[in-house]
C-alpha cells in the first residue's frame, strides 16, 4: 500500500513514519513518497527517516520527489500537510495582527484568515490534481487550518477528503485519565468545528463520567484545560473546550501575553527549526521536537498562570495515530471510532449538510460517518456559525478574488473588532504575500 505526504519535507513527517514503522498488521503501509516543493527539506527528512529505518525489518521504502503528478500516481492514502508559505508566513501573519491589537494565531482570527486565503488555493489545486491522478485514493488533511482546508478540498473530492486534528485526541486522554477509565475504552461527546469544539461527555461503560471531574475542583486545576481555563468557567459551561478556545474566552490576556512575548509562535519555530534543518540527523530532531512540544502555547499559559506542561502531555501519540488508525480502518475495513473533519450531513442542525464539522464519528472502507449528536448550546452555537460564515467568506474570496469577500471574512471574526481593522489588515496581509496582492486595495 503506497502512502503519498504532501508537505513530505515538514519537519513532524518523522512522527507520522515512526508510526508506520510499528503497524506490521494486513495491508500495512509499504511504500512512502515524501513530496515537497523544496528539495533541500526533502533531503533533510528522508535522511532522518533513512535513520529511523535502520535495523527495522520491512520498513517502508521511501522516495522523494517534487513532482506532485508523480507523488499521487498510485496512491492509496494521501496525507496533506503542506505550510502555504513556509514559518515565514505564519510569522508574519501573527506580526501583522498584533500591529493591529488582534490575534494572529495561525488557525484562529486574523491570521488564521490570511493563512486559509493563501492555503485555499493551493488545497484547492491538489484537490483537483488527486482527482485526476489518483481518484481512487483517500485523502487525510492536516493541512491548516483544518476545517477550513478539509471543506474546501471536499469540493473536489467528496468524501474521499477527511481531516484530522490531534487537540481533540490529546483533550479525551487527558480527561479519561483523570477519572481513571482507558481512552480506548471511552465515548468522547465532543462537537465543534476544527479547534472550536467542546468535550460535553465521556461515557464510560454507559455512565457519563465528566459530571464526577467537574465537581472536582483539585482534580479540574490538575491538567492542561483546566489550569488554562479555571475550574470556575468550566463548571459555568458545563464541559470541557478545547485549547483553542483560550483564544475567544480570554482574547485580552492572550492578545496580552503575545504582545508582551519576545517573539512570536511562528518566529520562534522558524529560527528553532532553521537549526535542525541546516544539521539534520535524528538526533536533532528528536531534541527540536522535545522543545517544540514543551513551549506549545507557552504565550497561553502565561496569560493564564498555568505554568509549564505536564510531562504527561508531552507524550507522542498524535496526529500520526489519528492518521494510522483512520489509514488502517478503512484499509482493512477495521470499524473505529474516531473524532474527525468531515462534512456534517444531518449531525448540527444549525449547519448546512456541506459544512465541515469536527465530530465523533464511526469508520470503515466506506469512510468516515458523523455520528448523532446532541444540539449546541446557544453560546457554542453562536461562535461555530460564526466562524463557519468566516470559512465560508474565505473560500469565496479565494474561489473569485474578491476583495469584498476577504474584508467580510475579517470583519466577520468575532475576534476582529472593526471593519476599518479588517480592510487594514487585508492590504497589510496582500503587502507581505505575493500570492495576496490581487486582494489589496486600489
Known sequence: MKLTILGGGGFRVPLVYRALLGDHGPGRVTRVTLYDVDAGRLAAIGGVLAEQAAGAPDAPVVSTTTDLDEALRG????????????????????????????????????????????????????????????????????????????????????????????SPVGLGRRVARLLGADPAEAWFDYVGLNHLGWLRGVRVGGRDELPRLLADAEALGSFEEGRLFGAEWLRSLGAIPNEYLHYYYFNREAVGAYRDAERTRGAYLREQQAGFYASPSLGSWHATLAEREATYMAANRAAAGAGERAAEDLEPGGYEQVALALMRAIARDERATLILNVRNRTTLSVLDADAVVEVPCLVDANGAHPVAVSPLPYHAVGLVTAVKAVEREVMAAAESGSREAAVKAFALHPLVDSVAVARRLLDAYAAEHAGLAYLAGT
Open 75 to 166: 496512491a492509496d492514502f494521501v496525507f496533506s500537510a503542506i505550510r502555504v508559505g513556509g514559518l515565514a508566513g505564519r510569522a508574519a501573519d501573527e506580526r501583522v495582527a498584533l500591529a493591529e491589537g488582534v490575534l494572529g494565531q495561525e488557525t484562529v482570527g486574523a491570521g488564521g484568515i490570511a493563512y486559509g486565503l493563501r492555503t485555499v488555493p493551493v488545497a484547492t489545486a491538489i484537490a483537483r490534481r488527486v482527482a485526476a491522478v489518483a481518484p481512487d485514493a483517500w485523502v487525510i488533511n492536516f493541512t491548516n487550518p483544518a476545517g477550513l482546508v478539509t471543506e474546501a478540498m471536499a469540493r473536489v473530492l467528496g468524501d474521499r477528503v477527511i481531516g484530522i486534528c490531534d
